[in-house]
């Protein structure tokens, strides 16, 4: 005699699958909307990263009497073109932005194709000592560059490069930053696999450089091209001390010169500054958009 089970019954509510109701923002495809406190935040420090360069344009187009007065102006005057003017022609700012770009360009340029390639050495290849060697590398982000003015002085007066611009392209030739920060790019945007893919194809080492790397590496190399060419850009202390505003200045260089005297005319430091401040912001109005672009393409791939 066989015994049939039958299971229980169930009910239309148990029948019917249990359904998880989810956010309007965290369902796919869903788009996040911040609320009004976090806009008002976010004007706040919009606000506050915008006035000093605000207050200097405003202090540009004041005088030194008004400057000293307490509050101080927080409004624009009347004479902000004609100390733009002044300080073009007073520093030479023609030939500083020239000599600057120049320089800051071929600097860029160069450090993100060596730390390119050194940074896929250090991330993909094995060989001895590869550890070490990076550690080395890492070592000297610590030490502080003024340790090496007096040796770099030395060395460029022997070579006789004073008041040249060669004096402060070859010191920002490489960096130990770059190295690292292409490293830890290449360790997750670049697969093993497509390396081995290239090898397979019969790929030398610097075509794997040329049509594998680079184009993988992109994004990075044109965020850490930004970051060195304004680091670049806005050195002081070792063009300073090599150059003069008479010869080959840079920027800043030709803006320390500005104002001098028994009495400084800080509106015309100021109005100096401004210029010397407006071609960065001009690049990155146009290239910013781009390199964010490339940051997020790249984390995606990675």
Known sequence: MTTTLTPPSETPEQKKPTRVRR???????????????????LALFTIGSLFPLVWTAIA????????????????????????????????????????????????????VVLSTIAGFAFAKLRFKGRQAMMLIVIGTMMVPPQLSVIPLYMMVAKLDWSDQLQAVILPSLVSAFGVFFMRQYLLQALPDEIIEAARVDGASSWRVIWHVVFPAAR????????LMFVQTWNDFLWPFLVLTQNGNPTVQVAVAGLG??????????????????????????????????????????G
């Open 23 to 41: 956010p309007k923002a965290a369902r796919a495809g869903g788009t996040m909307h911040a609320g009004p406190i976090a806009y008002v935040i």
């Open 60 to 111: 540009a187009s004041r005088d030194n009497q008004r400057l000293a007065q307490t509050p101080p102006p927080f409004w624009f005057g009347s004479g902000l073109f004609d100390k733009l003017e002044l300080a073009w022609t007073d520093a030479n700012l023609g030939e500083a932005f020239i000599n600057t770009t120049f320089v800051a360009g071929v600097s860029a340029i160069t450090i």
């Open 219 to 226: 994004p990075a190399m044109a965020v850490l091209g930004m």
């Open 260 to 301: 001098r005297g028994y009495t400084p005319d800080q509106s015309l430091i100021m109005a100096g500054a401004l210029l010397g401040t407006l071609p960065l912001l001009i690049v990155f109005a146009i290239f910013g958009k781009q390199i964010v672009g490339g940051i997020m393409q790249g984390a995606v791939k």
